[in-house]
């Protein structure tokens, strides 16, 4: 069974960094695309930043110049890393990979079960 485990949230003041990784288990067979989305209470989920196979990336706008994504292909890990941070910034933080398994072979999206980030002011 695929997994995706997150980890790297916790609570920093605004200005700070925290750094997250998503790692990928479960007879992976290959992985297309990887990302993180974030949710603040009262709001949908919504796009952070992707990273293709290739090294591609993506961001939204309001984290260009302050968060990068990362990703090591023979750990089958993603990294997000996080400066400058802003309590506007506070949310759930879900991992997102489209990959295929031995267990079902063919592009599929999974995520993780989330990681807190906190800023305060």
């Known amino acids: 069974q695929v997994q995706l485990v997150e980890s790297g949230g916790g609570l920093v003041q605004a200005g700070g960094s925290l750094r997250l990784s998503c790692t990928a288990s479960g007879s992976i067979v290959s992985i297309n695309a990887m990302g993180w989305y974030r949710q603040a209470p009262g709001k949908q989920r919504e796009l952070v930043a992707t990273?293709?196979?290739?090294?591609?990336?993506n961001y939204a706008d309001s984290v260009k110049g302050r968060f990068t994504i990362s990703r090591d292909n023979v750990q089958d890990t993603a990294y997000l890393q996080m400066n400058s941070l802003k309590p506007e910034d506070t949310a759930v933080y879900y991992c997102?990979?489209?990959?295929?398994?031995?267990?079902?072979?063919?592009?599929?999206?999974?995520w993780g079960q989330g990681t807190q980030v906190s800023v305060s002011a």
């Open positions: 997102n990979a489209v990959l295929a398994s031995s267990y079902r072979p063919i592009w599929s999206t999974y």
């Open positions: 990273i293709t196979s290739g090294g591609s990336t």
